[in-house]
């Protein structure tokens, strides 16, 4: 199994795209995958892959807080079979676990807790490939997951120019005692003449550049463009 978990310093810079087309791509190539939506606060893969609104991973927190009035947290687990109810599945045959719909739920419970048994059973399970599409807060659970990844990438998107934010949520990783060697550079689009090269910013902050997407244009079919085409090679090398 590897777990590929999708962050970025800066909201909009392209993780949900990224995240949401390795995810049908790895389903493609035969891989048992599933798509994670894990962006608690403000995640959009049951709209962008038009699911249906529940079951989704608020209800999986919900049962583990009914749960733990009776047993202690730390003791939960699940079987897969106990978690399948939580499931959706997507007409490419990608398995999903979809967006929140409770706006309470980071608030409520014990979300470090919820999220560390979820990712626990994901990691006993038979899945291939397991994709996190994360939110941009630097709350304990993205850390946890981010550092328990097999795959942690750091998407940068050069056009609009974020290196500096990268560089604070460096400093702000390192500060936290995160392994920040582990992050992987992914530059979503092709910088302009006034931007910083890709393989500058990766010499500069020491972490490798996996790849620069280039500008999705307009998809008038369905045949792989040079998106998806690169998103393909990566999958590949990270699977061998
Ligand atoms: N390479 C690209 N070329 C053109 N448009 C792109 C590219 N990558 C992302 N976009 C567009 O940028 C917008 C933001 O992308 P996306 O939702 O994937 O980002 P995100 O990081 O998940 O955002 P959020 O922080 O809101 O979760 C979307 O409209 C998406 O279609
Ligand atoms: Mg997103």
Redesign the pocket.
């Known amino acids: 199994m590897k777990i590929i978990s999708i962050y970025?310093v800066a909201?909009?810079?392209?993780?949900?795209?990224?995240a949401e087309e390795m995810a049908l791509i790895s389903r493609k190539k035969g891989y048992k995958t599933l798509l994670v939506d894990l962006?608690i606060h403000?995640g959009?893969v049951t709209k962008r892959l038009q699911l249906d609104p529940y079951p989704n991973i608020s209800n999986w927190c919900e049962d583990i807080y009914r749960k733990s009035r009776k047993t202690s947290i730390i003791n939960i687990e699940y079987d897969q079979a106990n978690w399948q109810p939580f499931l959706q599945k997507h007409m490419s045959g990608l398995t999903v676990l979809a967006t929140n719909t409770n706006p309470k739920l980071p608030y409520y419970g014990n979300i470090f807790y919820e999220i560390k048994i979820i990712y626990d059973s994901i990691r006993q399970s038979d899945f291939e490939v397991v994709i996190f599409?994360m939110?941009?807060d630097s709350s304990s659970f993205n850390y946890m997951i981010l550092e328990e990844s097999d795959y942690p990438v750091l998407?940068v998107d050069t056009f609009r120019y974020n290196v500096q934010a990268l560089r604070n949520f460096l400093w702000d990783a390192q500060d936290v005692h995160f392994p920040v060697e582990k992050f992987k550079l992914l530059f979503?689009?092709e910088p302009t003449a006034i931007e910083e090269l890709p393989e500058k910013v990766g010499q500069d902050f020491k972490l490798p550049v996996i790849g620069v997407?280039?500008?999705?244009n307009h998809r008038e079919t369905m045949a792989p463009d040079e998106?998806n085409n690169k998103l393909s090679a990566l999958l590949e090398a990270i699977m061998k």
């Open positions: 970025g909201r909009q810079s392209g993780k949900t795209t990224i962006d403000d959009d599409d939110g941009n998407v979503n689009r997407l280039p500008e999705i998106f």
